[in-house]
């Protein structure tokens, strides 16, 4: 069955960074698209980049474009989110997404940036 095990989150500081990892299996990783979600709390989860399948295009939130880097290990099955320059309303709880005849997310990792 499909799995998607995020992590990495954690707690940081204004203007740090962090590295999330999305360990996936259960299907053929290498023939799907990857996406990064995230919902803060109180609002609805939002899309924040997506890789497609080849690791050749990538898509961003406006809120995170130039701050953030999605990318993936095809050998390892694992879908990446580089976050630099995080700001406090990057804190969210973060899942990885993919859609495979339905929707399939793993079970979120929280980050949290502190002022």
């Known amino acids: 069955q499909v799995q998607l095990v995020e992590s990495g989150g954690g707690l940081v500081q204004l203007g740090e960074s962090l590295r999330l990892s999305c360990a996936a299996s259960?299907?053929?990783?290498?023939?799907?698209?990857m996406s990064w979600y995230r919902q803060a709390p109180g609002k609805e989860r939002e899309f924040v980049a997506r890789?497609?399948?080849?690791?050749?295009?990538?898509n961003y939130a406006d809120s995170v474009k130039g701050r953030f880097t999605i990318s993936r290990d095809n050998a390892k099955n694992t879908v990446y989110l580089q976050m630099d320059s995080l700001e406090t309303d990057d804190t969210a709880v973060y899942y990885c997404?993919?859609?495979?005849?339905?929707?399939?997310w793993g079970q979120g990792t929280q980050v949290t940036v502190s002022s």
């Open positions: 997404y993919v859609e495979i005849g339905g929707a399939y």
């Open positions: 890789v497609s399948d080849l690791g050749r295009r990538m």
């Open positions: 259960g299907f053929i990783f290498s023939k799907y698209f």
